[in-house]
Antibody, heavy 119, light 110 residues
Framework: QVQLVQSGAEVKKPGASVKISCKTSGYTFTNYYMHWMRQAPGQGLEWMGIIYSGGGTSYPQNFQGRVTVTRDTSTSTVYMELSSLRSEDTAIYYC?????????????WGQGTLVTVSS | QSALNQPPSVSGSPGQSVTISCTGTSSDVGGYDRVSWYQQPPGTAPKVMIYDVSNRPSGVPDRFSGSKSGNTASLTISGLQAEDEADYYCCSFTSTRIYVFGTGTKVTVL
């Protein structure tokens, strides 16, 4: 069965970076697009970017220059690194699968990783 | 890109129907049939309930239905049940090739 297992909670100081992993299993990793979302406490969902099945990436303008999504095909793992952290980046971060290329929706979600940014 | 506009809350008694609206612009909801809806009970990850405006993934009860008119999409829950109590979010693909979510709606079963 499809599984997306994310790394554990992180506490970071303002200005630092965080890198979250998402290990996938149960499907052919390189055939699917993977996304990252986040949800601040008590707030809604926010899309952070995508890594395509070919390895290319795309990010929304408000995260450009601060977010980097990478992958390791040998371990079927996706990574999201967010730099220059500020208190507003405190949130639960999710890795998410798009069910097929050009599906434009999301079927499997990781369990979420809480990132707390505090001095 | 601004978040799509949803009502903060809707409520209904068991067996009733409730409808959640999701209002965007011609650059997102109105321009593409790429609207999806997600259910998020407290403390859990979201789950897709509707994709491409009105399609239900396998396993989603047919009490859940979606539609769209102009720049507004809607999710209707018919025959409301206690387990439907959750937050619901719409999501749309946009003309700038990003995804934008709605502000979220809390569904309460009275």
């Amino acid at each position: 069965q499809v599984q997306l297992v994310q790394s554990g909670a992180e506490v970071k100081k303002p200005g630092a970076s965080v890198k979250i992993s998402c290990k996938t299993s149960g499907y052919t990793f390189t055939n699917y697009y993977m996304h990252w979302m986040r949800q601040a406490p008590g707030q809604g969902l926010e899309w952070m970017g995508i890594i395509y099945s070919g390895g290319g990436t795309s990010y929304p303008q408000n995260f450009q220059g601060r977010v980097t999504v990478t992958r390791d095909t040998s371990t079927s793992t996706v990574y999201m690194e967010l730099s220059s952290l500020r208190s507003e980046d405190t949130a639960i971060y999710y890795c998410v699968r798009e069910p097929h290329s050009g599906a434009y929706y999301f079927d499997y979600w990781g369990q979420g990783t809480l990132v707390t940014v505090s001095s | 890109q601004s978040a799509l506009n949803q009502p903060p809350s809707v409520s209904g008694s068991p067996g009733q129907s409730v409808t959640i609206s999701c209002t965007g612009t011609s650059s997102d909801v109105g321009g593409y049939d790429r609207v999806s809806w997600y259910q998020q009970p407290p403390g859990t990850a979201p789950k897709v309930m509707i994709y491409d405006v009105s399609n239900r993934p396998s396993g989603v009860p047919d009490r859940f239905s979606g539609s769209k008119s102009g720049n507004t999409a809607s999710l209707t829950i018919s025959g409301l049940q206690a387990e439907d109590e959750a937050d619901y979010y719409c999501c749309s693909f946009t003309s700038t090739r990003i995804y934008v979510f709605g502000t979220g709606t809390k569904v309460t079963v009275l």
